[in-house]
Structures are given as structure tokens and as C-alpha cells.
């Protein structure tokens, strides 16, 4: 677990991972301040709201490129193949990889949480639930991205069901409630197909338009029942989402 852990970290180095998502988070908070400073009020909670979707978007994409191409590079110089010679099952290796990504995940948020908090002095209940709901979107779409680079044999072809699957999880809400909505207020049934297809879409897939909502960093309005709904959505995909891995990377001839 350690050296695995180690392996990951030193990758991520060497990728210049590090210095490469601070130097966009940094570009991205800049242009956040600056934005904000142009509204005529409340330039505050604007700079903020700018900040907190951005460096979230940063971290999410950051993580998606280094996972996709750090595990079809692995596949590629067969160094996959040499560290599951080693006496240890292929399961206790996948669960390594997500443990180490989930450490990664937690070092890469630090910054972002230490930035927003002594800047902006979010009220903590706002700040630790979006702190928490970023980290285990992070965690998931991290998982996800396992699972994409062990199914898929192309990293561009990894990365782009990656995003798909991210934009669909955050959009999924918008979408729905485009379709109730107006059809409730006039009464229409055409759309009843449609709306039976989004909302099966949206029991299967997380609900990710849910997490990191700037308005708690904002205005501390926090629900605790958030923090419950959040927390199991985030149990239940990564474990089914770690279990499919698993099994895959089980089924895998080398």
C-alpha cells in the first residue's frame, strides 16, 4: 500500500501533476477576483462563487487527465503487469490505486480549502459540507476514471466517458426539471416518455449538480440533510463503481 501510495505521488510529480493544477488554479482564482470585482454588488460573494466553481472544475478535469493516461500509460510499458507479479492480488492492487487517488485527491484540495477560508471567512458548517461534497465528487469521479482506463484502451477515449459522465451527473437536475416544470404548469403529457427517461437516468446516476453549491460557502444556508444525501450517494457509486474495477481488472488476461 505504502510503496504503491509512493509510486503514485512520485508520478504525480513527475508529470509536473503539482505545478501544473496550482499554476491553473491560480490563473483561475485571478480571473474569479476579477470577475467578481466587476459586479455592482456584492462583489465579495460573486469572487467567491467564481472561485469555488472553478477550482472545482480544475481539480476535477486536473484528476481525470493524470488518472486516464497515468493507468493506459501503465498498460502500455506493461508496468501494470510487473507490480501485480509481486506477491500481492490484483483486487488488494486496485484497492491501493484508489486509496493512493484518494489521498491525491485530498492533497490537491488542501490549498483550495486553505485559499477560500482564510480569504473569504465562509461560516464553517458552509465550508466543511462544501469541502466535503468537493472531496467525495473528487473521490468518485476519481473512481470512475479507474474503472473507464481498465474498460476502454484508448486514454482520450478514457478521459472523454470521463467527461460525459460528468457532465451528465451535473447537468442531470437542470435537465428534469426542464421538462416537469413547463409541463406541469401547462398541463402537456407529450413529454411524459421524456420525462420517464430523465428520471430514470437520474435514479442511476449521482446527482452531482448537488454537490460543492457555492451557496453554502456563501450564505452558511446548509441543510443537514445535505450532508446524509451526499454521503450516501458518495458510498454507494464508489463502492459499486470499485466493485465493477475489480471485477474487470480480475478478468483481465496479461
Known amino acids: 500500500m505504502k510503496a504503491i501510495l509512493k509510486y503514485i505521488l512520485l508520478t504525480a510529480a513527475r ?5 501544473g493544477l496550482f499554476a491553473a488554479l491560480i490563473a483561475a482564482c485571478g480571473l474569479s477576483l476579477f470577475l467578481g470585482s466587476t459586479a455592482l454588488s456584492e462583489q465579495a460573494a460573486m469572487q467567491l462563487s467564481f472561485i469555488a466553481g472553478t477550482s472545482r472544475l480544475v481539480l476535477v478535469v486536473g484528476m481525470v487527465l493524470f488518472i486516464c493516461f497515468h493507468i493506459r500509460r501503465s498498460f502500455e510499458n506493461r508496468e501494470i503487469e510487473f507490480l501485480i507479479s509481486r506477491p500481492i492480488s490484483r483486487s488488494s492492487f486496485l ?14 484540495l488542501i490549498p483550495v480549502m486553505g485559499f477560500i477560508f ?24 476519481s473512481t470512475f476514471a479507474i474503472l473507464a482506463s481498465l474498460i476502454l484502451r484508448s486514454a482520450v477515449s478514457s478521459v472523454l466517458g470521463c467527461f460525459g459522465f460528468y ?4 447537468i442531470m437536475g437542470f435537465a428534469v426539471s426542464t421538462i416537469i416544470i413547463p409541463a406541469n404548469l ?13 428520471k430514470g437516468l437520474s435514479s442511476l446516476l449521482p446527482r452531482l449538480d448537488q454537490f460543492g453549491q457555492s451557496k ?23 463502492t459499486l463503481i470499485l466493485l465493477m474495477s475489480v ?5 483481465k488476461q496479461f
Open 118 to 141: 482564510f480569504l473569504f471567512k465562509p461560516t464553517v458548517l458552509g465550508f466543511f459540507l462544501w469541502s466535503f461534497s468537493v472531496f467525495c465528487e473528487l473521490v468518485l469521479i
Open 15 to 19: 508529470d509536473w501533476l503539482f505545478i
Open 167 to 170: 457532465m451528465i451527473s451535473r
Open 186 to 198: 401547462n398541463h402537456i403529457n407529450l413529454n411524459i416518455a421524456l420525462e420517464m427517461t430523465l
Open 95 to 108: 484497492f491501493a490505486y484508489f486509496f493512493s487517488f484518494l489521498v491525491l485527491s485530498l492533497l490537491l
Open 216 to 238: 453554502w460557502l456563501i450564505y452558511g444556508d446548509v441543510n443537514p440533510d445535505m450532508l446524509t444525501l451526499i454521503a450516501a450517494q458518495s458510498v454507494i457509486y464508489i
Open 247 to 251: 471485477y474487470d481488472f480480475n478478468k
